[in-house]
Each structure stands twice: as structure tokens, then as C-alpha cells.
């Protein structure tokens, strides 16, 4: 029994020491590449490009301080106004003369000739104003002791009825006397015969002259 003992723990000590006698092989491990991460990028978006850097600003230019060489400063005069211009006063244009439509004729028996003009050119009816140079010679009187060759102008105005307004003496004779008796026989000759009916007018602008011829 000893034999059996002593041979067991021969073969296990013989089984320990080939244990430790073999060795596993060590693993030889080959350094590889670095790992790179690698991202994929679409070919059809286009490679955003960098923002260029902002440039400086630019420094201000200071204009050179200047100072002035006279220190008493200079004296400035007042300007000379200057003078007005003068405008020309309008001008007034001259009255438009009357349009004589009838000379001087004889009229009556009292030695009076007398002319008629209107104020309106467009008057064209002469028949009617030989009836207002008779219808004023009807009522002419010369004045007592009154000159051969005594002129004087009377200026009335016809209405459409014939009405007479507005008389006046426009030109004197010199002869208070004889301007009252042309005055007179312009009044006296109030209603005239109506305007004629193919004149559209409102009133027709008489001067009548009146010029005494003697006896």
C-alpha cells in the first residue's frame, strides 16, 4: 500500500512539473493603421465657401484745424441795397372813337345842320338814324342872338323801345345859351323810334352834333 501511495504522488508531481515546464505561445499582435471616421458628402451640394473676413474700416481724415493769420478778424461791410426798379404805369388805351354813320346835313328850317355817330361799330342801319337826326331837329330852337358856324356835341343814349337816357353835353360851344337849346332838343325828342328789330343790341350810344348855320 505504500508502493501505491508513494507511486501516486509521484505521478502527481510529475503531472505539476510538466504543467509548469509547458508554456502556452504568446499571441504576437501587429499594430494596425490609425482608425479614420470618414463622412460622406453628397456630390450634388454644392462645398459651402467660406466667409471672407470683414475688412477694417477705414480711419477718418481730419481736415488740418486752420486758424485764421489776422486776429483781429475782418469787417465785413453791409451790401448797398439796391435801387428799385421803377415800373412803368400801364398805359390806358385810348377811347375808341364813335363811328360816324351821318355827316353833317342841313335838317329843318332853323338853319341847323346836324351829324349823328354811334358808339357800337356793328350798327349798320342808316335809315334809322336819319329818323333821329329829324326827330332832334324838330325840336331845335337856336337860341337868341346864337353865331353862325357854333358847334356843340350832345351825347344820349336809345333804349330798345326808343327811350332816351343818359344825355349829357360832351363837347361845349363856348355859348351857355346854345348848349341848352342842343340839351333841350335832345329831351324834348324822348321816346325815339324803336331800335331796329335786326340789331340785337340793348341800347345804341348817340353823339349828336348840332352846328348852327344862321338864318
Do not use: C
Not at 466667409?51 to 477718418?60: F, H, K
Request: neutral net charge; charged residues 15%.
Amino acid at each position: 500500500m505504500r508502493g501505491s501511495v508513494m507511486g501516486s504522488t509521484v505521478v502527481h508531481v510529475a503531472v505539476v512539473g510538466a504543467l509548469f515546464a509547458w508554456h502556452p505561445p504568446t499571441p504576437v499582435i501587429v499594430p494596425g493603421p490609425d482608425i479614420v471616421q470618414v463622412a460622406l458628402v453628397d456630390p450634388t451640394q454644392a462645398t459651402p465657401q467660406p466667409t471672407p473676413p470683414a475688412p477694417a474700416p477705414v480711419p477718418e481724415k481730419q481736415a488740418p484745424e486752420i486758424k485764421p493769420e489776422d486776429t483781429e478778424g475782418v469787417k465785413l461791410t453791409k451790401p448797398k441795397p439796391e435801387p428799385k426798379k421803377v415800373e412803368p404805369a400801364p398805359r390806358t388805351p385810348p377811347p375808341s372813337s364813335p363811328t360816324v354813320a351821318v355827316p353833317y346835313a342841313k335838317v329843318g328850317s332853323a338853319g341847323l345842320s346836324g351829324s349823328v355817330a354811334v358808339d357800337q361799330r356793328d350798327f349798320e342801319f342808316t335809315y334809322y338814324l336819319l329818323l333821329v337826326r329829324n326827330r332832334v331837329a324838330a325840336g331845335w330852337a337856336p337860341p337868341a342872338g346864337a353865331a353862325g358856324g357854333t358847334e356843340v356835341v350832345v351825347y344820349f343814349k336809345i333804349g330798345r323801345g326808343g327811350d332816351v337816357s343818359a344825355a349829357r353835353l360832351e363837347t361845349s360851344s363856348g355859348s351857355e345859351f346854345f348848349d341848352k337849346a342842343a340839351l333841350r332838343a335832345v329831351l324834348v325828342s324822348d321816346p325815339m323810334p324803336p331800335l331796329p328789330l335786326g340789331w340785337n343790341g340793348d341800347q345804341l350810344g348817340v353823339h349828336f352834333g348840332f352846328q348852327y348855320t344862321g338864318p
